[in-house]
């Protein structure tokens, strides 16, 4: 059974940081794309970074700049670094992969439980 587990989320001012760390576990054989989604009260679902197995990076436009997404394959762990924080960036952020299990090596989508990222003074 693999499960996605977020950490990291908060309250925090404008203009500060966050670190989210999202971490997979489970009986994974590999884990090719994963991205950071959120969903703020009352909108889409929106993509705010994906990283692929090999490390190459796309940002929504709105977070380019502040948000920095990395990975640690050996922990099969994806972050998002969240600086300069905005009020419009209070949402819920989701973790999402594409990963294949030992049990079934076909590719599949799973999505983390997500955390609270607020931006308030």
């Known amino acids: 059974q693999v499960q996605l587990v977020e950490s990291g989320g908060g309250l925090v001012q404008p203009g500060g940081s966050l670190r989210l760390s999202c971490a997979a576990s489970?009986?994974?054989?590999?884990?090719?794309?994963m991205r950071w989604y959120r969903q703020a009260p009352g909108k889409q679902r929106e993509l705010v970074a994906d990283?692929?197995?090999?490390?190459?990076?796309t940002y929504a436009d709105s977070v380019k700049g502040r948000f920095t997404i990395s990975r640690d394959n050996a922990k099969n762990t994806v972050y998002l670094q969240m600086n300069n924080l905005k009020f419009e960036d209070t949402a819920v952020y989701y973790c999402n992969t594409d990963l294949r299990e030992y049990i079934n090596f076909s590719l599949r989508n799973y999505w983390g439980q997500g955390t609270q990222v607020t931006v308030s003074s």
């Open positions: 489970g009986s994974i054989f590999s884990i090719e794309a």
């Open positions: 990283i692929s197995r090999g490390g190459s990076t």
